[in-house]
């Protein structure tokens, strides 16, 4: 039985979306328990008659971290929160991922407070996994956690989505990782990239150089590396232009009756480009690099968006890849450090 504690305070809509979210992925997945977690009299009202579910358990959590609220206001003032409380059954091992549509900051710094870090990673990233060319899917990380990072981050970065990618296709044992930049050349961007793209390089990763923005979609890499700040806005430009691409079409084929003649005959394509590039399909990220799995919801979900984040934490689960990604960054950390004594100048004795 897979167990997973849902922060049913978070996000934009709070109980509206996250109940009816996770009793549709009741009915769907009957090898799940499911931990509710915020103020139990809300709670058990939204729950309605399901409220005695035999895979449903109920905790109490007096708090609730805003939307906008400061992250280590949250985590020092708010120890009672849903967040933080369902964060803390995945450190307990009550249930075996947390699922959060709340704050992305608090989330991220409760979770790193609470969790901790996997030894040799600074700093966890925000990865999700994005459509790519032939039905394929690309990591993408940082998305969000880490504004400013070192070479040495974007490196710990690359281990981590390498590790991630690997243990959810275990076919593909060497992803492909591309690191973001301006241009494809080894001469363009800025110093940290620079210095990032050489230590790729003297890795033991399947790294294939610098990538451009396109790279997530076009099925060249598997993983694709950026600092919070870059990701981001990468991230965001593509939920932008989904959402616009979208609209003009709906626009066009309304335009006349022409037009929506045209829309009928097309319907079964419409749908399936609806279906392929549906952003509710992608809701879910992964904060990677935690002693724990949690999951990161689009504040802004609806109920079928939070299905897809819980089912993106089933998957993690099932998959067994918090183990395999722990013992894969161990090793590749050790060969990073053997790497490196290995091309470090020898040193004679002083004169």
């Known amino acids: 039985m897979i167990t997973l504690a849902i922060d049913a305070m978070g996000g ?8 009816p979210a996770a009793l549709a992925f009741l009915q769907e997945k009957s090898d799940v328990k499911l931990i509710l977690v915020g103020n139990e009299e809300a709670v058990r009202g939204a729950l309605g008659e399901h409220a005695s579910h035999d895979r449903l358990q109920i905790i109490h959590a007096s708090e609730v971290v805003g939307m906008d609220e400061a992250p280590q206001s949250a985590l020092k003032n708010k120890k009672d929160s849903s967040m933080r409380v369902a964060i803390g059954q995945v450190k307990e091992g009550a249930a075996q991922a947390a699922v959060s549509a709340g704050n992305t900051g608090a989330l991220m710094a409760t979770a790193r407070f609470v969790l901790k870090t996997l030894p040799g990673i600074d700093r966890p990233a925000i990865a999700k996994f994005m459509p790519s060319k032939g039905g394929g899917l690309a990591l993408m990380l940082d998305l969000g956690a ?3 990072c070192s070479a040495a981050q974007l490196l710990q970065f690359a281990v981590m989505g390498g590790e991630l990618f690997g243990a959810m296709y275990p076919r593909n044992s060497q992803p492909r990782i591309g690191l973001l930049n301006v241009g494809t050349e080894d001469i363009k961007g800025g110093s940290v990239i620079k210095e990032a793209h050489h230590l790729l390089q003297q890795s033991p990763l399947n790294f294939v150089g ?3 923005g396109n790279a997530v979609f076009s099925g060249e890499v598997d993983v694709v590396v950026a600092d919070g700040f870059t990701g981001n806005a ?4 593509i939920e932008g232009a989904v959402k616009f691409i979208g609209g003009i079409i709906r626009e066009e084929f309304s335009r006349n009756w022409l037009n929506k003649l045209a ?6 394509t419409l749908r399936g480009f609806k279906n392929r590039l549906d952003p509710r399909k992608f809701n879910g990220a992964i904060f990677l690099g935690l002693r724990g799995i949690v999951i990161k919801s689009h504040g802004g979900a609806d109920v079928e968006a939070f299905k897809y984040a819980l089912l993106e934490a089933y998957h993690e689960v099932e998959s067994g890849s918090m183990a395999k990604i722990e ?3 161990a090793t590749q ?7 490196a004594e290995q091309t470090q100048p020898a040193t004679g004795p002083a004169e």
Do not use: C, H, S, Y
């Open 12 to 19: 934009d809509a709070g109980l509206t979306v996250t109940i």
């Open 263 to 268: 829309a009928l005959l097309a319907l079964p």
């Open 146 to 148: 880490n504004v400013d």
């Open 327 to 329: 013992q894969g960054i």
């Open 234 to 237: 990468v991230l965001k430009a």
């Open 210 to 212: 610098n990538v451009e």
């Open 333 to 339: 950390m050790a060969r990073l450090a053997a790497a």
